[in-house]
């Protein structure tokens, strides 16, 4: 799902790198802790990046915190499964742990515990039910032919409130969905329909210059997912630290959150809705 995103230096000395949200900070700078990005998606295979928290200094290694030799396992309360980590250049870092014996159901709670020397952390999160998206819109850019703009709509469920994230994937250019620029949005009533401005994500894997609307000239996958509320708020304040984090007016001075126990990070069992959206020609090109 995720390996994006620039840094976010909010106040604190001690940096903490989440694959998917670039730095954060995190307190203790004496004291590292491990770093969990997990996720599985329903009818999916979970994925973990395990790492280890470090103090934004120039001579330490990244590859040191990559934690390669961690014992990770995930349960749904009836199989407990030992991932297997490996490289893998679809993910930043390159390094993943995952099962091909385990897929995602909703309605099951599952449990990742990740371990490796003094780090150990554990995080459980409840799979919902995929979202209901009753319509997606696009419209050629004003401004621009290779741009488009793309909206969701999504029908909130019974068991409200229901909360909802969206990542994104430029086929070209992304190896797997990103989270996308404010791509929160929460149901309070049953059956209401909540629509959503659909931006791209920021992948720390793409080097070329990042333009934050859809681009229209390649295919690009939509992935709407309905989240657990940690990790709705996990993301809303990753929106505000990404968003605002670089200004000298608004200064954000708050932890990212999340539901990992003994570290830092999120795991999100997440009902998941694919839409993919085709390139569609450009007017100005040539037949």
């Not at 793409?206 to 940690?230: A, H, L, M």
């Not at 708020?233 to 929106?239: G, P, R, S």
């Amino acid at each position: 799902m995720t390996q994006y995103i620039k840094k976010i230096l909010p106040a604190m000395a001690l940096i903490v790198l989440l694959p998917c949200a670039g730095c954060i900070e995190a307190p203790e700078p004496e004291n590292p802790r491990g770093v969990l990005e997990a996720w599985i998606d329903s009818n999916g295979n979970p994925v973990v990046l395990f790492t280890a928290s470090f103090v934004d200094d120039d001579e330490q290694s990244m590859v040191d915190k990559v934690i390669r030799w961690g014992h990770v396992r995930i349960t749904d309360g009836i199989d407990t499964i030992i991932m297997t980590g490996g490289p893998n250049r679809d993910f930043y870092p390159p390094y993943r742990y995952t099962t091909y014996a385990m897929r995602g159901v909703p309605g099951r709670t599952y449990t990742v515990i990740a371990s490796w020397k003094q780090y150990s952390v554990r995080a459980q999160s409840r799979m919902p039910e995929p979202p209901d998206v009753v319509e997606v819109k696009e419209m050629p850019a004003a401004d621009c032919d290779t741009l488009r703009e793309v909206t969701v709509s999504i029908r909130a469920p019974q068991d409200v409130p229901a909360y909802y994230h969206v990542s994104t994937q430029v086929m070209s250019d992304d190896s797997s969905p990103t989270p996308a620029i404010l791509g929160c949005a929460r149901a309070d009533k049953p059956g209401e329909i909540v629509t959503m401005q659909v931006y791209r994500g920021k992948s720390r894997l793409n080097k070329k210059d990042f333009v934050p609307r859809i681009p229209s000239n390649t295919d690009v996958k939509v992935r709407v997912e309905r989240v657990e509320p940690d990790i709705y708020q996990f993301w809303m304040n990753f929106n505000d630290a990404t968003l605002f984090g670089g200004s000298m007016l608004v200064t954000i001075n708050k932890p990212l959150g999340g539901n990992v126990e003994g570290g830092y990070g999120y795991f999100s069992a997440q009902g998941v809705t694919d839409i993919l959206l085709p390139a569609i020609a450009s007017p100005t090109a040539s037949p």
